[in-house]
């Protein structure tokens, strides 16, 4: 199969899945009566950030004999998803929102969700620069960095799961526009829910890994290293859940899931994910391109905190995001 047929198949299979999962997960949140940001933000963005907790565990636990090259992908997967989060996926979804409604489209998600989310993102992810850039005897402080980050994520949890009943009463409940597709076939019963949110996650995996491995092939050609590989191929992949989840959501205007469904996913990626990488090894920032990606991502996620804050969040505005990105792309190719 070819390069282009790959990529073309996988995407056609991640766009069916993420119609699957995010019709299940509006019933499944509906009959839980949680609010938007509960099912975005939490049922969504770990649900669909599965790829991404997979692929650099299995890189540094179950890859090759060369064990450096193992955790410069693991470093590399790991880092990439918030980058790739905090930078092309939410300018992917202007794009889409910006085609539909208009650039000047202003976006309206629930406010205090994504304040939430952002600030613990960017507390959370400094503590991870900040381990990334001790001197690799310290690792005993970076042990109980990757502990405070789970602890903060735990709270993070609670904060967001006590907020729900409030905004369920304010107009910001889980409602679901349309069938769930599998009770054409098996009825509407909660269990026919759950096995078709399960099924569709697992044809997102199975369509991003086939993504993977299309760009995989095409980007063999690149004189780069298996670090910049990790940051910008695999990703790519990866974070097809959350981007083509949130363009979806964000075209039938539910901004609070689309948003959620991204910054929702930052905060587990730049807490949960870089802790399990610190306790499994050895988290150094050697290669000035984990530094480099690691710092676009939070200053992605501190220009959608501030154009949010002072009532600037529309699509043109957001477009910068993929700027950032683009910057990266061009200090890896430019040295």
Same mark, same amino acid.
């Given at each position: 199969?070819?390069?282009?047929?790959?990529?073309?198949?996988?995407?056609?299979?991640?766009?069916?899945? *993420?119609? +699957?999962?995010?019709?299940?997960?509006?019933?499944?949140?509906?009959?839980?009566?949680?609010?938007?940001?509960?099912?975005?933000?939490?049922?969504?963005?770990?649900?669909?950030?599965?790829?991404?907790?997979?692929?650099?565990?299995?890189?540094?636990?179950?890859?090759?004999?060369?064990?450096?090259?193992?955790? *410069?992908?693991? +470093?590399? *997967?790991?880092?990439?998803?918030?980058?790739?989060?905090?930078?092309?996926?939410?300018?992917?979804?202007?794009?889409?929102?910006?085609?539909?409604?208009?650039?000047?489209? #202003?976006?309206?998600?629930?406010?205090?969700?994504?304040?939430?989310?952002?600030?613990?993102?960017?507390?959370?992810?400094?503590?991870?620069?900040?381990?990334?850039?001790?001197?690799?005897?310290?690792?005993?402080?970076?042990?109980?960095?990757?502990?405070?980050?789970?602890?903060?994520?735990?709270?993070?949890?609670?904060?967001?799961?006590?907020?729900?009943?409030?905004?369920?009463?304010?107009? %910001?409940?889980?409602?679901?526009?349309?069938?769930?597709?599998?009770?054409?076939?098996?009825?509407?019963?909660?269990?026919?829910?759950?096995?078709?949110?399960?099924?569709?996650?697992? /044809?997102?995996?199975?369509?991003?890994?086939?993504?993977? %491995?299309?760009?995989?092939?095409?980007?063999?050609?690149?004189? /780069? #290293?298996?670090? /910049?590989?990790?940051?910008?191929?695999?990703?790519?992949?990866?974070?097809?859940?959350?981007?083509?989840?949130?363009?979806?959501?964000?075209?039938?205007?539910?901004?609070?899931?689309?948003?959620?469904?991204?910054?929702?996913?930052? /905060?587990?990626?730049?807490?949960?994910?870089?802790?399990?990488? +610190?306790?499994?090894?050895?988290?150094?920032?050697?290669?000035?391109?984990?530094?480099?990606?690691?710092?676009?991502?939070?200053?992605?996620? *501190?220009?959608?905190?501030?154009? %949010?804050?002072?009532?600037?969040?529309?699509?043109?505005?957001?477009?910068?995001?993929?700027?950032?990105?683009?910057?990266?792309?061009?200090?890896?190719?430019?040295?």
């Amino acid at each position: 199969m070819s390069i282009v047929l790959t990529l073309l198949v996988a995407l056609i299979i991640v766009f069916v899945a *993420a119609q +699957m999962f995010t019709n299940a997960l509006e019933h499944l949140g509906e009959r839980m009566g949680v609010s938007e940001g509960v099912t975005g933000s939490v049922f969504a963005a770990v649900g669909t950030a599965m790829p991404e907790t997979i692929v650099p565990v299995v890189a540094i636990l179950a890859g090759g004999a060369a064990a450096e090259l193992n955790h *410069a992908v693991g +470093m590399g *997967a790991i880092l990439g998803a918030p980058f790739m989060l905090g930078t092309l996926s939410l300018c992917l979804m202007a794009v889409a929102a910006g085609l539909k409604f208009g650039w000047q489209y #202003s976006f309206t998600p629930e406010p205090g969700g994504v304040k939430r989310d952002l600030l613990t993102f960017s507390g959370g992810f400094l503590l991870v620069v900040l381990a990334g850039m001790l001197p690799p005897t310290y690792e005993t402080l970076r042990t109980l960095i990757a502990l405070l980050l789970l602890i903060v994520y735990f709270l993070y949890l609670m904060r967001t799961i006590r907020a729900s009943s409030t905004l369920v009463n304010e107009g %910001h409940g889980t409602e679901a526009d349309e069938a769930l597709y599998f009770s054409r076939f098996f009825g509407d019963r909660p269990v026919i829910a759950l096995l078709q949110l399960l099924l569709g996650l697992v /044809v997102l995996v199975l369509g991003a890994r086939l993504f993977v %491995h299309g760009i995989e092939e095409g980007a063999a050609v690149l004189a /780069v #290293s298996a670090l /910049v590989i990790s940051l910008l191929v695999v990703p790519v992949a990866t974070e097809l859940p959350e981007k083509v989840n949130s363009i979806l959501w964000i075209r039938r205007g539910k901004d609070t899931l689309a948003f959620g469904n991204i910054t929702g996913a930052m /905060v587990f990626q730049g807490t949960v994910i870089p802790a399990i990488g +610190m306790m499994i090894m050895p988290w150094h920032f050697s290669e000035v391109h984990a530094l480099s990606a690691a710092l676009l991502a939070w200053l992605g996620a *501190a220009w959608l905190w501030w154009i %949010h804050q002072t009532g600037r969040l529309s699509a043109a505005m957001l477009l910068a995001n993929g700027l950032l990105y683009a910057l990266f792309v061009l200090l890896v190719f430019a040295a």
